[in-house]
């Protein structure tokens, strides 16, 4: 299993940019990840326009888990039961979208398999990078019984 991240611009804090690749190493040790960041729109750009360059990067055959504030409200242990399953369905690639400060256009929402809201509360770009990946590797040591801080 792959998981890919596609999210709009780069994580610009080095604090926050430590913190990600802290966790995406820690995460590739149990699954293969691969990051792709898209260009900041422009002040002029509609989160349609945005919602265009995510769907470029996405084929039919992936499966798309959309980060959305509507998404469902999880606990790490059933984000760990989410991904167990999503292994046992032979899933060969998983793609983790978060869009930018508007949220995302209908097509890129319709064109999401899943869609997961990490909070009830507004987080920035950088701050959700991280706990998306740390939830993602606490998801991990739960699935294989490995020790990780409760």
């Given at each position: 299993m792959?998981?890919?991240?596609?999210?709009i611009?780069k994580?610009?804090?080095k604090?926050?940019?430590?913190?990600?690749?802290?966790?995406?190493?820690?995460?590739?040790?149990f699954v293969?990840?691969?990051?792709t960041?898209?260009?900041?729109?422009a002040?002029h750009?509609?989160?349609?326009?945005?919602?265009k360059r995510?769907?470029?990067?996405?084929?039919?055959s992936?499966?798309?888990?959309l980060?959305?504030v509507?998404g469902?409200?999880?606990?790490?242990?059933?984000l760990a039961?989410n991904i167990?399953n999503w292994?046992?369905?032979g899933?060969?690639?998983?793609?983790?979208?978060i869009?930018?400060?508007?949220g995302?256009a209908?097509?890129?929402v319709e064109?999401?398999n899943?869609s997961?809201?990490l909070?009830?509360?507004t987080?920035t770009h950088d701050?959700a990078?991280v706990?998306l990946?740390?939830?993602?590797y606490?998801?991990?040591?739960?699935i294989?019984g490995?020790?990780?801080?409760?």
């Amino acid at each position: 299993m792959k998981f890919r991240f596609l999210w709009i611009g780069k994580t610009k804090d080095k604090n926050w940019r430590a913190l990600q690749e802290e966790y995406a190493k820690r995460l590739s040790f149990f699954v293969k990840c691969e990051f792709t960041e898209l260009k900041d729109s422009a002040a002029h750009e509609t989160k349609e326009i945005e919602g265009k360059r995510f769907l470029e990067n996405l084929n039919q055959s992936l499966f798309v888990c959309l980060l959305d504030v509507k998404g469902r409200s999880i606990s790490s242990q059933d984000l760990a039961k989410n991904i167990e399953n999503w292994q046992n369905r032979g899933l060969k690639e998983i793609v983790f979208l978060i869009g930018g400060a508007e949220g995302v256009a209908s097509e890129v929402v319709e064109r999401a398999n899943y869609s997961l809201s990490l909070s009830f509360l507004t987080f920035t770009h950088d701050m959700a990078r991280v706990v998306l990946l740390e939830q993602l590797y606490r998801a991990f040591t739960i699935i294989k019984g490995f020790p990780y801080q409760k």
